[in-house]
């Protein structure tokens, strides 16, 4: 007999699937079992900037077309702070740079789901644009927290944890998940929605049954060098058995500290032109490595990770990306 979590799984599976914003078709991806690895990048795209949104969605979409180019296209994107309604000038954000892909004969699916707004007035969700047919998606809703981006003012804000299955040819089916931790709030309360997170993982992966290779990407708003913060990376690698994607590949701990360089750094990297306090309108400081991309249950452990758009003239956002290549065998 299922028990109640399974069941509500079931359930959520059935509602989610009819609230999400998805467009999918049959794979695109049969070169990611000759090439032997994956591509994958999560970004950032900073929801409250909208006069160079579409120059940066535009430089998002000649990266990838440039990494098709050379033989190396970009399988996943993972997308947070997609943005639309009337207030932002578009109907959705990750539709607009999946038309950028297209016009540049790009085939990606796509994937959103809302966490906070009203659609039609302002809204921003996560997104995933996949090379790879998507099977289905599935999210949950993480502990609703009253965040306090500057002093004296407070603002409730909604997170959300999103999965796409997807099935890539002649390797098999993978479950990529997709986050976006709150930024302003007490480490405690990140944590407690990290717990959320890891307990619809492994609510997830029973529910879908057998060893599933995992992608859990993000922007997680942790970042590793201030102790009061180390839970939820612990949680993650530790608990849960994720390798940290970059760490990994460049055999670092914090990876963005002046003992080991500010190589690693996704967000606030100087020299960023939108990396500023939204209120305070002053430069945001130190820069900081919050966004990652985890893995777990791969055959392998082979993995190359860089961060991208983290020079002038490449800006894309107040983050950089990370972009990393998962071994298959």
Known sequence: MKSIRTKIITVSFIFAASLLWAISSPAQCPDISTRG?????????????????????????????????????????????????????????????HNLLAQKELSYNLSFKLANGLPGILSVGNAILSRCEIVYTLSTVLPFVIEEPFQGITVPLKRIVMMSRVKVPRVGKINVYNTHLCAFCEPEARLQQALVMADFIDEVESFI???????????FNTDVNLPSEIGVYNLITEQLGFIDSYAESHNCISCCSQVEGYGGCTFAVSGN????????HLPETPP??????????????????????????????????????????
């Open 37 to 97: 690895h994956l591509n994958v990048m999560t970004i950032n795209l900073l929801f409250s900037e909208i006069q160079d949104r579409q120059i940066r969605l535009e430089r998002i979409a000649a990266f990838a077309k440039d990494q098709a180019d050379s033989g190396e296209p970009v399988d996943f994107i993972l997308l947070q702070e997609v943005v639309g309604g009337l207030l932002s000038k578009t109907v959705n954000s990750g539709q607009d740079l």
């Open 209 to 219: 049954g057998g060893i599933n290779p995992i992608i859990l990407g993000g922007d």
């Open 273 to 280: 032109p939108y990396a500023f306090d939204f209120f305070t």
């Open 288 to 329: 900081e490595r919050i966004d990652y991309i985890f893995t777990r249950g791969f055959p392998t452990n082979k993995i190359d990770s860089s961060v991208i758009f983290d020079v002038a003239p490449n800006w894309v956002s107040d983050h950089s990306a990370v972009l990393t290549k998962i071994g298959l065998n």
